[in-house]
């Protein structure tokens, strides 16, 4: 079965710092990778996803993703954060061997971003 | 506004009522979804079409709740005798192929008394 995992519920960044979101994900087969942005009263916003081809993965808003195999994860990354970035962030696969299956997301993790 | 659009965007009922929400997805897109979310927790999926076939289903999705595509456009999700269990943010989501991301629209919310 597919699954994700986000280890936080919270990330607290300052501005203008660097931002992490963690996630790792367990699928049958090579996965397909997605990132995903909830606002308040707003519906789920696409940021980027991870195919096939190069590991490090450029989206929306300045936001990139890193694939690493070998540790099953796919960490979002900002390199400076902005206020307007807080928002729930939301992880979620699809294995490719699964054909049409829909994404599996992870639980999200809340991200402030303090002036 | 060409994206994924639900209606009603909100909906309260009574314990045992029905409910039916409508998802018209992005025109070109012939994949469609239908998920649960509720708070604290990421999207659950409920159901999918490929066109006017419904291809899939979760266990998630009793007998109470129905979906259909009858064209291959438009989709509503039918509730018969909501629970109070039945209250979420229920989102359509649309996607023109298998490897692209799928479009959300902005959800129903319902609440059940």
């Known amino acids: 079965a597919q699954s994700v995992a986000q280890p936080e519920d919270q990330v607290n960044v300052a501005e203008g710092n660097p931002l992490t979101v963690k996630c790792t994900y367990s699928v049958s087969g090579n996965p397909y990778l997605f990132w995903y942005v909830q606002y308040p009263n707003r519906g789920l916003q696409f940021l980027l996803k991870y195919i096939t081809g190069d590991n490090l993965v450029k989206g929306s808003y300045g936001f990139e993703a890193e694939f690493n195999k070998s540790q099953t994860s796919f960490h979002l990354k900002k390199p400076s954060a902005l206020v307007s970035d807080s928002a729930l962030y939301f992880c979620?696969?699809?294995?490719?061997?699964?054909?049409?299956?829909?994404?599996?997301f992870g639980k999200g993790t809340r991200l402030s971003v303090i002036a | 506004d060409t994206g994924v659009s639900q209606n009603p965007r909100h909906k309260i009922t009574k314990r045992g009522q029905n409910v039916t929400f409508r998802c018209d997805p992005i025109s070109e897109h012939n994949r469609l979804y239908w998920y649960r979310q509720t708070l604290g927790q990421g999207p659950e999926f409920l159901t999918y079409f490929q066109n006017e076939a419904q291809l899939e289903k979760s266990r998630l999705l009793s007998d109470r709740f129905s979906a259909e595509r009858p064209k291959g456009s438009f989709s509503t999700l039918e509730i018969q005798r909501t629970e109070q269990g039945d209250s979420a943010m229920y989102l359509c989501?649309?996607?023109?192929?298998?490897?692209?991301?799928?479009?959300f629209g902005p959800g129903t919310r319902l609440t059940v008394l």
């Open positions: 989501a649309s996607s023109q192929e298998i490897l692209g991301g799928s479009f």
């Open positions: 979620a696969v699809r294995g490719i061997r699964s054909g049409n299956t829909p994404l599996v």
